[in-house]
């Protein structure tokens, strides 16, 4: 797991707990304000400006070679 998603459950989590410890109204602004967070983490995850992985496979210790002989 991703250590932003850790980060955003805990922060999440610290967020819920300081909630229920004032009241209820605060426990109630505590989920709208994580469900809109989780929701704005998920759209901003799934928006693909990530660009492409430039590596698609793991090269063998032979492809490694054969290719430094080809280029010396």
Do not use: C, K
Not at 17 to 45: E, K, M, N, T
């Amino acid at each position: 797991m991703r250590l932003s998603a850790i980060l955003l459950l805990v922060s999440l989590a610290g967020i819920m707990g300081g909630a229920a410890l004032i009241g209820l109204w605060a426990l109630g602004l505590g989920i709208v304000v994580d469900s809109v967070a989780v929701g704005v983490y998920a759209l901003l995850r799934d928006a693909g400006d990530r660009p492409e992985p430039s590596v698609h496979g793991i090269p063998t210790l032979q492809q490694v070679l054969e290719r430094a002989r080809d280029a010396s």
